[in-house]
């Protein structure tokens, strides 16, 4: 009898000691929920800036060289936003990185190939092209103002 009533002691004291313990949960990554349009507009809409009409076009294999400098990328889906007709150098693509890809790779490839003067009359310096990203979503942005953009884009982390 008595060893019964002190397993069950120990068994309770076991329960306490693992009710009592705090577990932090891991923290969790940021991230931009919504469509690929979706976060465009959220991401002009943070911009005091007005920007001439855009148009949003959908990057596939026949374009992405012309968007993102290469195609050697895994992407599940991407757009860009560029003036239809414009003597400003501006572009913004939004690339959603296929799972399992290497996000830091992805961005590293369309940041060494991608070109500021694609335009015939205009262009960005190197150092006003940002590639950056927030969970598996890529953003490039070629803009004389990419600071602006770049921050608006990051405010829509959660």
Request: glycine share 6%.
């Amino acid at each position: 009898m008595k060893k019964i009533i002190l397993c069950l002691l120990v068994g309770l004291m076991v329960l306490n000691i693992a009710g009592c313990s705090k577990v932090t949960p891991e923290p969790k990554e940021p991230e931009i929920t919504g469509t690929l349009e979706e976060i465009m507009e959220q991401v002009y809409s943070g911009i005091e800036k007005e920007y001439p009409r855009n148009a949003i076009t959908t990057i596939n294999d026949e374009n992405i060289e012309y968007f993102l400098g290469t195609a050697d990328i895994e992407y599940d889906e991407a757009i860009a936003s560029e003036p239809m007709i414009s003597s400003i150098a501006h572009s913004v693509a939004l690339i959603r990185v296929a799972e399992g890809a290497d996000v830091e790779d992805v961005k590293a490839k369309i940041k060494e190939n991608v070109d500021g003067r694609k335009w015939i009359c205009v262009g960005v310096e190197d150092d006003q092209i940002i590639v950056d990203n927030v969970g598996d979503l890529v953003i490039l942005i070629m803009d004389k103002d990419s600071e602006t953009i770049h921050e608006s884009f990051l405010s829509l982390a959660k």
